[in-house]
């Protein structure tokens, strides 16, 4: 098993930048693909990104397409997503998740972190 921590969120203005990472115990982060997702107040939890258990390949929604980006360093246990040019409607709490196999876009992970809380003010 694999527990994951976010860390990183907070109130930033529009245009703003904030990375989040997601700090792995457990098992080595190395055993799974990676994702991001968002779950803003009365919506469905999102997709964000994805990125393969040794960081070869990633894929994006498209409103986070040139702006956010998701990294792993496998020798820290840890995953990131570097978020750029942060709108308003970036405002959601983002959740990393970890799975086994092959990266998916659905929610379909095995373990989850507790959640961030970001806010991007206009």
């Known amino acids: 098993q694999v527990q994951l921590v976010e860390s990183g969120g907070g109130l930033v203005q529009a245009g703003g930048s904030l990375r989040l990472s997601c700090a792995a115990s457990?098992?080595?982060?190395?055993?799974?693909?990676m994702g991001w997702f968002r779950q803003a107040p009365g919506k469905e939890r999102e997709f964000v990104a994805v990125?393969?258990?040794?960081?070869?390949?990633?894929q994006y929604t498209d409103s986070v397409k040139g702006r956010f980006t998701i990294s792993r360093d496998n020798a820290k246990n840890t995953g990131y997503l570097q978020m750029n040019s942060l709108k308003p409607e970036d405002t959601a709490v983002y959740y990393c998740a970890a799975k086994t196999g092959l990266m998916t876009t659905t929610t379909s992970y095995n373990y989850w972190g507790q959640g961030t809380q970001v806010t991007v003010s206009s």
């Open positions: 990125i393969t258990w040794n960081g070869g390949s990633t």
């Open positions: 457990g098992r080595a982060l190395s055993h799974y693909a």
